[in-house]
């Protein structure tokens, strides 16, 4: 759990001073420290001992709404709680001045007022050695209570600490400039809780306070008799009212406080959904991204590979078979080397077509043999040596 800390300059007795206060877990410290002469007085008080220190005042208080109150009071937040630093001396003169302001209400009678306050005792230097005792003050409407916190000497700051004072205030400063106004609103939001709680407290001391006169009454009404029964019984009764109508208040301010927190709750998941559903259509599109990407890059790629792939062979025709019945075997031979080069200039001329052009080629060479062979084996065309024809005349050249 983050420390929760609070901290502003306070003036007593004409003298400037830091408060600042930091609430961790069970533990409090309390830090006072002096702006011009840099001296440092703190307390470190444990969550027992602040709850048995407003026991014994006679106002007792939980440890997280005393804390609250204490911080109120450091941001000056809240009318009804106060600061006062005091040294021992000046614990001494007002117990002296309220002794004797006492002593002379006694003696006046019933009818002095007894709610005159003990006048602040007068500013003096500001001595270093000794403790020193920050006074929470909590007012109510007809009392005042007074918490002290005696806080230790611990010397003068050093550099160190004063560049770490430096860096957290700065840290503290830039944190509430970043926020803006959801600050404002955080502050109003914190002051609400505070009264809640303020007046949650005040009720139940007030149903405490009733039930215990509630408590007394019983017991007188079970010694009394005759004509007391009756006023009691109704006094008894006003009691019943009154308290039946303080529990409905306090159960209406928990059902509202209850409310509110679950209409934030409602705002915080509908807002989470929302940021999942948001990071969910993220990652789908990113995803698709990536598919395209990768389906234009083979698109791409099989572009560039697809000219010489797609290239149609080119071929001559071959010589029809009635020029092959008239040629001589010296025109054949001719025709068969021209055609041989032909063939040569093509396949050097479509070598970038690859094997399909290679394997036409060879097909229709093989095609153009098969068919002579055929026509010299039916006698069509016989060609020799000795030049005859046919095998029928005469041999050319001959006797």
Known sequence: MEPRRASSSWVFKETEYLLSSCVSGDWLEVTVEGTVSSNIWKGKFEAKHIEELTRKTGNFKQFLVFTTMLESAINKSSESVTLDLLTYADLETLRERRNAMATATSAAGPGADSHTQPARPPAQPDTPP????????????????????????????????LRSTITRLAAEL????????????????????????????????????????????????????????????????MLHEVIRNLEEEVLQERTKHQRYVSKKTEELRSL?????????????????????????????KGMRSSPSSY????????????????????????????????????????????SLERRIGRSNSGSLERKRGERRRGGKMWVTGEGREGGQGPTRGGG
């Open 272 to 300: 989470t959904q929302e940021l999942g559903e948001l990071r969910s259509s993220e990652r789908t599109l990113r995803s698709r991204v990536r598919n395209l990407t990768n389906e234009l890059a083979l698109l791409r």
């Open 130 to 161: 000794g403790k020193r005792y920050l006074i929470l003050t909590y007012s109510v409407e007809f009392d005042r209570i007074h918490y002290p916190l005696a806080l230790s000497y611990a010397g003068q700051a050093d550099s160190g600490q």
């Open 311 to 354: 290239l149609q062979p080119r071929h001559t025709p071959p010589s029809s078979s009635s020029s092959v019945f008239k040629k001589t075997p010296s025109s054949s031979t001719a025709g068969s080397g021209s055609r041989h080069r032909h063939r040569q200039r093509n396949s050097s001329t479509f070598k970038t077509s690859g």
């Open 174 to 237: 830039e944190k509430y400039k970043r926020q803006g106004k959801k600050s404002s609103a955080l502050a109003r939001l914190q002051k609400d809780y505070d009264d809640l709680l303020m007046e949650k407290e005040e009720l139940e001391e007030a149903v405490e306070s009733l039930q215990t006169q509630l408590a007394a009454v019983d017991r007188g009404g079970g010694g009394g008799g005759g004509g007391g029964g009756g006023q009691d019984k109704k006094q008894l009764k």
